[in-house]
């Protein structure tokens, strides 16, 4: 007999963690995640949390999240992000949420890049996603089932009845009165890229297979400062504070070469940094670093104790080592699309929140640290909404077809690769019409080929991103086409 529940959240990153611990004990909750609970892009935050100082920074910071979003962005949900992340940052900080303080106890705020003051929260220095995740964790008082990739969404005649998973690798079948996507973005599509192995992309690919939509998907966004000379898929990045505190981004004989790009120089929005790197190597052929030598070592090591110490590991010594950088793919400003609740159109008891979700409060480009506190605030909107609206009891259909047996096939892997390459090289930082359409013919003849089910759904959300790029014929904020 299948188990059902009253909610199934897909994902335990931010987003996922909030909704849950937004909905009564009492009600018979399941978040699902696919590895290890912190193997999600929250705990490899670094910078910090967004929010708004106080009443009199609330259009402030709209207006920065709409300039970084080209003006793009949904104005309603930007409203919603900044208003209401007074009440929610108070919230979390009244729950115990450990931001940094100063020694008399005052929260500290650091700036990033295209913030007009210093408005972004942080915790543990520059380790802020794993102490939030950490936080949420021990918030959750509903059941949490690692190991579980789900493959399937139910949904019949307009409705979702729940999800088809592994869970500990055994095909199976789990019914909700609602499920609540919180899977995250779609790093794992593109070679280098700064995301956690376990964000691929998978339920957006089931999504487009359902004919639900995906909004915004050419607004890919690329971190400018990555190291990426390490063999894992996953790189490390240099977090945008690292530039928001002073560091500088130098060619190999020390010239800072943004101001070419733009007048802010480091402190540019994150894609003019990236395509003014990326455009830089591409010119020259040097080496791009990011360079620390301003920094006093003691206050270095105690506000980027993460950062120093992995460094310190590949044999860096900060600050008086220059490290080598590149931009990778770092956030999808698109997703499936919703409305301000997490509501997904046309389908009863279905959500999405998070990365995964379109909410428009990104535009064309995010505003550095907004994605985790649109994790806080839109994960709890979502709840709220869940728990005020009355179920529509109809007998659960049977879901026979599975696809649990054929998840993967002998020659994905190789696949996987090609895909991976393709999306960097031709659908990632600077784009032009002849490769797009290059892309978009690789894509669709893999897609003829013998592949299992997760490689079949990566590719359906690299074809969304490959079709909106086509379709979007001038640049705009993270989307980047070259006559
Ligand atoms: C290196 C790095 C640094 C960042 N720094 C910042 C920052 O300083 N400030 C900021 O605001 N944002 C930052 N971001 C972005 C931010 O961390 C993410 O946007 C945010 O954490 C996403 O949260 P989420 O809950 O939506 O998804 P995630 O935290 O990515 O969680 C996704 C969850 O979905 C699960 N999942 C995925 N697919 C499936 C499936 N098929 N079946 C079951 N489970 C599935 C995963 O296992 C995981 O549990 C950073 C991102 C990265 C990668």
Redesign the pocket.
């Known amino acids: 007999m299948a188990k059902k529940y009253d909610v199934i959240v ?7 963690l909030y909704a849950a611990a937004s909905l009564p004990e009492k009600m018979k909750v399941l978040v ?4 290890i ?1 912190w ?4 705990f ?7 929010t708004a100082l106080n009443e009199a920074d609330v259009p402030v910071h709209i207006e920065d999240t709409m300039a970084a979003g080209a003006y793009h962005n949904d104005a309603e949900a930007v409203r919603i992000l900044s208003e209401t992340s007074l009440k929610t940052t108070a919230e979390l900080v009244e729950a115990g949420m450990p931001f940094d303080r100063d020694e008399r106890g005052n929260l500290l705020y650091t700036k990033e890049a295209a913030h007009s003051v210093a408005r972004i929260l942080h915790a543990g220095g520059d380790a ?2 794993r102490y939030m995740h950490y936080f949420m964790m021990v918030q959750n008082r509903h059941q949490l089932q690692r190991n ?3 493959y399937d969404l139910l949904i019949e005649e307009g409705r979702c009845y729940g999800v088809k ?1 592994t869970v500990n690798y055994e095909p199976t079948t789990l019914y909700a009165d609602n499920v609540v996507i ?4 779609v790093g794992s599509l593109y070679a280098f890229n ?3 192995r ?3 992309a ?2 957006h690919g089931i999504c487009v297979e359902k004919g639900i939509a995906l909004a915004d998907m050419e607004f890919m966004q690329f971190h400018p400062t990555v190291y990426v000379e390490t063999p894992f898929a996953r790189k490390l ?1 240099l ?1 945008e504070a690292l530039r928001g505190e002073g560091a500088h981004v130098i060619g190999e004989k020390g010239n800072r070469f943004l101001f070419d790009y733009d007048p802010r120089g480091e402190l540019a929005s994150r894609d003019i940094v990236a395509r003014g790197i990326f455009d830089y190597k591409r010119k020259t052929g040097e080496k791009v670093y990011l360079d620390f030598s301003m920094f006093d070592e003691a206050w270095f090591h105690e506000r980027f104790p993460n950062i120093t110490r992995t460094f310190a590991a590949l044999g860096y010594r900060f600050p008086q080592d220059r490290i080598p950088i590149s931009p990778a793919f ?2 999808a400003n698109g997703g499936i699309a919703c409305d301000v609740n997490g509501v997904i159109p046309g389908i009863e008891g279905l959500y999405v929140i ?3 979700a379109r909410t428009g409060v990104h535009g064309a480009n995010r505003l550095a ?5 649109e ?1 806080v605030v839109f994960a709890k909107r979502a709840a709220e909404h869940l728990k005020g609206k009355a179920i529509s009891r109809t007998k659960t259909p049977l879901f026979e077809k599975d696809y649990g047996n054929i998840l993967h096939k002998e020659n994905d892997k190789r696949y996987k690769h090609t895909l991976r390459k393709i999306m960097w090289e031709d659908a990632g930082i600077i784009r032009t019409e002849a490769g797009l359409h290059k892309a978009k013919n690789l894509i669709y003849d893999m897609k003829n080929k013998e592949i299992g089910r997760l490689l079949q759904l990566r590719l359906n959300t690299a074809a969304a991103i490959v079709e909106a790029a086509l379709a979007r014929k001038e640049s705009l904020g993270s989307h980047y086409i070259e006559a």
Request: aromatic content about 4%; proline content about 2%; some cysteine.
């Open positions: 897909v994902g335990a990153g931010i987003a996922g699902l995640c696919k590895d609970p193997e999600c892009n929250t490899y935050a670094q910078g910090g949390m967004a802020t996603g579980t990739l789900v998973a919180a899977s995250g973005g700064t995301n956690s376990t964000v691929s998978d339920i990045l977090t770092h956030y998070g990365e995964a640290s907004n994605s985790l506190l994790g």
